[in-house]
């Protein structure tokens, strides 16, 4: 008899033993998706070297870089509206935080399409996104000046828009630069050697401001420090960071 009982406790346990280990394949699927298309208003269509990029980020924190959540590169093969899909990990988006997606059309690593307004999203939900690119201007090379000119501040990355209070850029050939934040009075060091340029040494005045402000003006005074390549064109100035992605965009004041 107990020889019996013993026999049925043995063999009762197996089932359990087969379901443990099953357990881990479902966690290996918790996996989700951020999908949608990426259109622009005109009417041309990429060259074969064109490549979008498609990125999930958390934007949360506005004097601070945004920290990619998940990415995508496409190699176009038709016409708009490119379709995308970012795979991420569900466990690290947190309700407290500000998501978005960001987009961008490269030609041979030179900038052709950026999505330029914030474009805001909740990864977890499943609503198809469609995200508008706007054209970069190409610059109509060395003789489009950046000299001589009052820039209003039209878009700080990380921040985007900065209606008010107005900030403003300038630079002179002999290497002077500066302008009003949106707080403080700030000037710096320029180098432009044709379509380079470095901003260094900025420094400002000391008035303090709402939190806010002074997170917008740090994340202006952040990106002329990285700041790489120009274009002016149109009336439009859009400074680079070393990789290419455009960081500033300025309108000349009237």
């Not at 958390?58 to 970012?86: C, R, W, Y």
């Not at 000119?149 to 985007?160: A, E, N, S």
């Not at 952040?222 to 965009?249: C, H, T, W």
Request: charged share 20%.
């Amino acid at each position: 008899m107990l020889d019996r009982i013993a026999e049925f406790f043995v063999f009762g346990f197996v089932p359990l033993v087969v379901g443990v280990l099953a357990v881990p394949e479902l966690s290996a699927a918790a996996e989700k998706a951020v999908r949608g298309e990426v259109i622009y208003r005109e009417r041309i269509a990429l060259p074969p070297s064109a490549v979008l990029s498609v990125q999930l980020a958390d934007v949360s924190l506005a004097d601070a870089p945004a920290k990619i959540i998940g990415e995508q590169n496409i190699k176009p093969t038709g016409q708009v509206p490119i379709s995308f899909e970012i795979k991420f990990d569900p466990s690290v988006i947190q309700p407290q935080m500000t998501y978005a997606l960001q987009a961008r059309i490269t030609v041979d690593d030179r900038l052709m399409f950026i999505s330029d307004m914030r474009h805001q999203v909740d990864p977890l939900t499943d609503v198809p996104q469609t995200i508008m690119l706007k054209m970069v201007t190409p610059s109509t090379g060395p003789t489009a000046s950046v000299f001589g000119q009052l820039w209003l501040v039209d878009y700080v990355d990380g921040i985007g828009a900065i209606a008010a209070p107005q900030a403003t850029f300038r630079v002179s050939e002999a290497g002077k630069a500066g302008g009003s934040g949106p707080c403080n009075t700030y000037f710096a060091t320029a180098k432009v050697d044709g379509q380079a340029i470095t901003i260094s040494e900025i420094g400002s005045t000391y008035k303090a401001c709402a939190p806010e402000v002074m997170a917008e003006e740090k994340a202006l005074f952040d990106a002329l420090a990285k700041a790489a390549s120009y274009s002016v064109d149109a009336g439009k100035l859009a400074i680079a960071d070393k990789d290419g992605r455009e960081i500033l965009r300025f309108s000349a004041a009237s």
